[in-house]
């Protein structure tokens, strides 16, 4: 079956511009998570959605971060006045329910440049 | 606070020989679950194998086993029979079990693994 999808592959946005991150999780995976992979910082994560609520935000750097998931679906991740410091690559993850046994599955990701 | 460490860089193995890749970690939950992915250089994140907090047995999938030994809170990666695709990024990883807020996945820093041939 098809995995997770992430959209576009890259972005190159010039600084304070605002951008959109994709992400289309497996079917029926209710469990969908945003991380940031980055050459300074390793992987952190972002942001954590059961449904369409996001029980935890704590990884989001800065109130220009925000994301949102609709119907239970798609994932949009929204980047406002975009920082040199926000390149990296954006990765979305979805696992079929919220546990620790569950693996989770990992988009291609989007590899973010701000100049 | 959960934390993982990985702390080989870089390693080096010859094609066919066998591989352990170190992974250690520190959590006061009980209940957790242990990853390992493998990251080429296409980018994509690759699932490997996954060893829970209360499993009697080490795991295993193929040629990846899991030398898990909870008192020592080590979660090594033994890559069998290496091959010159098993050339990658590895990255440790831990979930906190049903306990924890969100299940996020907490990463190492990763080992970058050549088999040379």
């Known amino acids: 079956g098809a995995g997770v999808s992430q959209s576009p592959s890259n972005k190159v946005t010039e600084k304070g511009k605002d951008v959109e991150l994709r992400c289309d999780p497996i079917s029926g995976h209710t469990a969908l998570y945003w991380y940031r992979q980055s050459l300074g910082q390793g992987l952190e994560f972002l942001i954590y959605f059961q449904g369409n609520s996001a029980p935890d935000k704590s990884g989001l750097p800065s109130d220009r971060f925000s994301a949102e998931r609709t119907g239970g679906s798609v994932s949009t991740l929204t980047i406002q006045r975009t920082q040199q410091e926000d390149s990296a690559v954006y990765l979305c993850?979805?696992?079929?329910?919220?546990?620790?046994?569950?693996?989770?599955?990992f988009g291609p990701g989007t590899r973010l440049t701000v100049t | 606070a959960q934390k993982i460490t990985q702390t080989q860089p870089g390693m080096f193995v010859q094609e066919k020989e066998a591989v352990t890749l170190d992974c250690t970690y520190d959590?006061?939950?009980?209940?957790?679950?242990l990853f390992w992915y493998k990251q080429p250089s296409s980018g994509e994140m690759i699932f490997l194998i996954y060893q829970g907090s209360y499993d009697q047995q080490n795991a295993t999938e193929g040629r990846y086993s899991l030398n898990f030994q909870k008192a020592r809170k080590s979660a090594n990666l033994v890559i069998s029979a290496s091959q010159l695709g098993d050339s990658a990024m590895y990255f440790c990883a831990m979930r906190e079990g049903p306990g924890g807020a969100t299940n996020k996945l907490i990463f190492g820093t990763g080992t970058l693994l050549a088999v040379q041939p």
């Open positions: 993850a979805s696992s079929l329910a919220p546990s620790s046994s569950y693996e989770q599955y």
């Open positions: 959590t006061s939950d009980p209940s957790y679950g």
